[in-house]
């Protein structure tokens, strides 16, 4: 079991290009299945997940990530993405969530729990939907673009006061392979004790 | 591979009390590697870990979270948990994070990183953490409550201006299996298209 888990974790990359082929329901549910398994302050379990597959509602949705983008997310994208990183963000956000056949918008529930620990009761939740989509082959990408209007994302999908969304999770089978992940080695993030005294086993 | 994640992610507990046995840097290393494996926004990777084992700052990290429970923590949850819930996590807090061998204190570098989507490049870090920690055999239990006076842990582990810590992660072995995740079914959380029409598979 370890190196299974070591291997699908170890090996996630954001993909943002899908094919039009579906994503069952049946894997939907599991993929939701599992997400509601990770952990949350009190146990509230306060995510909520909107499936979307409606065509009106997705246009609605795809809609306001490409408002924000051509708003501002863009100027702001081409002074910190590398080139190709940058293409791939403005290619996937004008097709439309990179064109997967479905989208879920992850919310929590912010009505009964303090804020200070919203992020940390939704956020694992979604970490573990990305990796049972990995899980099943599919692929997958953490984003909150269409989550920055609030107001007109929570109108969309009919969001009652108090429900925030907070990350939305295109799902479908890759268009292209994706690569290795890019990412800093442990020595560079991690500490002995206090920041500074470097954790080296 | 998709069961043995399923299984390992299905069956996540919040672990509260630990025994004294060690966990070896290695492992700590291990687990370290595939939080490093989360995505994050632009790929910034934004977290950083401390990995404390010196008996003094962890005692003194372990009474920030005394301090915060005894002054209202405590009577905030009597008001909210379970009487089971209750008396663990006051256990827990007041014999230091459970006695865990290893605390992992996550931060996220919020100075290059627009605070809207911190958490979301440090939580789902956290969860492969968790998870990494169960795939190696061991408990662990994601806590912030040492992390409420932000000025009083940054001053005992050095963290830098805009460095947040954002999540206490006790490590070691259970000292009590851990029983099934009690958990509401997907049918009470997932919306089709707008909230309030259940998604129904």
Redesign the interface.
Known sequence: ??D?????????R?CRWFTADDV???D???M???A????S???L?P????????AE?RRQVDDLARRHWDGGGRAY?EA??TPS?LHDADAAIVAGHGGAPVLVIV?GDGRDLPR??L??S???A???L???AA??GYGS??T?IAA?DRAALGA?????DG?EP??LVPIGRPARPLGP??????AT????????TP?A?
Do not use: C, Y
């Open positions: 079991m370890n299974a888990f070591f291997d699908l974790a170890g090996s996630q954001a069952s329901d049946a939907v549910e599991r939701l299945g599992v509601t398994h990770a952990p302050a009190e146990n379990q995510w909520m997940f909107v499936v979307v597959r409606d509602v994208a910190r993405l990183m919310a200070r620990v992020a940390s939704v956020f694992p979604v970490q573990n990305l990796l049972a899980a099943l990408a953490l909150t920055v969309v999908i009919a969001l009652p429900v907070m990350a992940p890019r990412r800093e080695p442990v993030k991690a500490h002995s004790d206090r920041f500074g954790f086993p």
